[in-house]
């Protein structure tokens, strides 16, 4: 028995055992021996052209191919993923306690005090990471580590490790209604909750008078406080109009952006940003802010909690169905909108953007447009990509006239480069 658990401890043994058992059933049942020889030139045939052998539990012949499509999120599916509103509850980590020990060596009867002091409670920092698109990712609760405990021999114990929380670019904190910090460069921190102290070993109460202390105090507790994180959307540009003017449409055309899109009316649900890359590398961020209705400013709909995207959006672009009766009066109730929603917000740069040019009548409204307005009309069908590359330009424009007169000048409220 011994001697056949040693040659089982061979692999070299072990391979020669079944290969020759092998063998053996093949006599026994007369194999064809062309047969298994074609068998193995038509598998590394396969596996020389398709560069994949099929492998399968059962047998070679069984196995499929797996082909994995990933296929796009819908809207509904799409607002799962998104959150830019969250309440947090920190609670900083407590200092570990301090020890109360005594020298004891042989041959030194009186070694006094030597209790370490406790380590400091771990912080909790709120930071910016350009990798993170939401707040879904952010827990409702986070509670920071404790310090350790001191030790004997003068050992003080370790402080904890301070706890970070990931938000988005443009990140605000508030604490009951009011804001404690605007989060809106990459890597920007903001320490929300300090740890507490470590508490002091009998070593620290040593003095003249008292030789022998006995005193050891307790680590004190962390901070205690309750969030509000709100995200604004960063972006150069933001796409302002009503449901079903073709917004998510045209942000698809002139962008890097796949918002959902269908055939028959249906209201964005969360904001989306694309990116429009221009020859000399330069990157320009649109949005598309969804919920704006007659009476957003009054909560009304989506209301406020997408309305305050617009406010990170150094100008804005109107988009205005052209396939609807007097498409004017769309732009005085955007405008109308903003103006209570934050006074001084339509003064930015803007443009109007006349969509939807591939449908009936929208030709007449074209020219009625202009002449209800002052500013420049630029008209597109974001379904059939018709004069986009004007878009694009203007877009550009308007990106190099803010960096002349607000970036370049001051170098300061630079927007963020994506």
């Given at each position: 028995?011994?001697?056949?658990?040693t040659?089982?401890?061979s692999?070299?043994?072990?391979?020669?055992?079944?290969?020759?058992?092998f063998a053996q059933?093949?006599?026994?049942?007369?194999?064809?021996?062309?047969?298994?020889l074609?068998?193995?030139?038509?598998?590394?045939t396969?596996?020389?052209t398709?560069g994949?052998?099929n492998?399968?539990?059962s047998?070679?012949?069984?196995?499929?191919?797996?082909?994995?499509?990933?296929?796009?999120?819908?809207?509904?599916k799409?607002?799962?993923?998104?959150?830019?509103?969250?309440?947090?509850?920190?609670?900083a980590?407590?200092?570990?306690k301090?020890?109360?020990?005594?020298?004891?060596?042989p041959?030194k009867?009186?070694?006094?005090?030597?209790?370490?002091?406790g380590?400091?409670?771990?912080?909790?920092?709120i930071?910016?990471?350009?990798?993170?698109?939401?707040?879904?990712?952010?827990?409702p609760?986070y509670?920071?580590?404790?310090?350790?405990?001191?030790?004997?021999?003068n050992?003080?114990?370790?402080?904890?490790?301070?706890?970070?929380?990931?938000?988005?670019?443009?990140?605000?904190?508030?604490?009951?209604?009011?804001?404690?910090?605007?989060l809106s460069?990459?890597?920007?921190?903001?320490?929300?909750?300090?740890?507490?102290?470590?508490?002091k070993?009998?070593?620290?109460?040593?003095?003249?008078?008292n030789?022998?202390?006995?005193?050891?105090?307790?680590?004190?507790?962390?901070?205690?406080?309750?969030?509000?994180?709100?995200l604004?959307?960063m972006?150069?540009?933001?796409?302002v109009?009503?449901?079903?003017a073709?917004?998510?449409?045209?942000?698809?055309?002139?962008?890097?952006?796949?918002?959902?899109?269908a055939?028959?009316?249906?209201t964005t649900l969360?904001p989306?940003?694309?990116?429009?890359?221009?020859?000399?590398?330069?990157?320009?961020?649109?949005?598309?802010?969804?919920?704006?209705?007659?009476?957003?400013?009054?909560n009304?709909?989506?209301g406020?909690?997408?309305?305050?995207h617009?406010?990170?959006?150094?100008?804005?672009?109107f988009?205005?169905?052209?396939?609807?009766p007097?498409?004017?009066?769309?732009?005085?109730?955007?405008?109308y909108?903003?103006?209570q929603?934050?006074?001084g917000?339509?003064?930015?740069?803007?443009?109007?953007v006349?969509?939807?040019?591939?449908l009936?009548?929208?030709?007449g409204?074209l020219?009625?447009?202009?002449g209800h307005?002052?500013?420049?009309?630029?008209?597109?069908?974001?379904?059939?990509?018709q004069?986009?590359?004007?878009?694009?330009?203007?877009?550009?424009?308007?990106?190099?006239?803010?960096?002349?007169t607000?970036?370049?000048?001051?170098?300061?409220?630079?927007?963020?480069?994506?």
């Amino acid at each position: 028995m011994l001697t056949t658990l040693t040659k089982f401890q061979s692999r070299r043994w072990f391979v020669q055992e079944i290969s020759r058992l092998f063998a053996q059933v093949c006599v026994r049942h007369e194999f064809n021996s062309s047969l298994l020889l074609g068998l193995k030139s038509n598998l590394a045939t396969q596996r020389k052209t398709t560069g994949i052998m099929n492998v399968s539990t059962s047998c070679a012949w069984c196995a499929k191919p797996r082909i994995s499509k990933k296929k796009e999120l819908s809207e509904k599916k799409l607002t799962r993923h998104f959150v830019d509103n969250r309440n947090v509850k920190l609670l900083a980590g407590a200092g570990g306690k301090g020890a109360c020990t005594f020298h004891s060596e042989p041959r030194k009867e009186w070694g006094g005090p030597d209790g370490g002091n406790g380590g400091d409670g771990g912080n909790i920092i709120i930071k910016v990471d350009l990798q993170v698109k939401s707040l879904a990712q952010v827990a409702p609760v986070y509670k920071g580590d404790d310090g350790d405990s001191g030790g004997s021999k003068n050992c003080y114990g370790r402080n904890a490790s301070t706890t970070y929380i990931a938000v988005p670019v443009g990140t605000v904190v508030k604490e009951q209604g009011k804001t404690v910090a605007d989060l809106s460069q990459h890597n920007q921190e903001y320490v929300a909750v300090f740890g507490g102290a470590g508490g002091k070993g009998n070593r620290f109460f040593l003095s003249n008078e008292n030789r022998a202390p006995m005193t050891a105090t307790l680590g004190e507790r962390g901070q205690d406080r309750v969030l509000q994180l709100e995200l604004r959307t960063m972006a150069h540009a933001g796409l302002v109009g009503f449901p079903n003017a073709g917004k998510s449409s045209l942000l698809r055309a002139i962008s890097n952006a796949r918002p959902a899109v269908a055939a028959y009316p249906f209201t964005t649900l969360n904001p989306h940003v694309g990116i429009v890359n221009y020859r000399d590398h330069e990157q320009v961020a649109v949005a598309d802010i969804p919920g704006i209705i007659c009476g957003a400013h009054l909560n009304r709909g989506l209301g406020i909690s997408f309305l305050r995207h617009i406010e990170r959006c150094r100008f804005l672009l109107f988009v205005l169905d052209l396939s609807s009766p007097e498409p004017w009066t769309q732009l005085q109730q955007l405008r109308y909108e903003l103006d209570q929603y934050e006074p001084g917000l339509t003064h930015r740069p803007h443009a109007i953007v006349a969509n939807k040019m591939d449908l009936p009548g929208a030709r007449g409204n074209l020219e009625a447009l202009r002449g209800h307005v002052a500013h420049r009309v630029i008209p597109v069908s974001a379904l059939t990509g018709q004069n986009t590359e004007e878009l694009i330009l203007h877009l550009r424009e308007l990106y190099d006239g803010y960096l002349q007169t607000h970036g370049q000048g001051s170098g300061q409220d630079m927007p963020t480069r994506w």
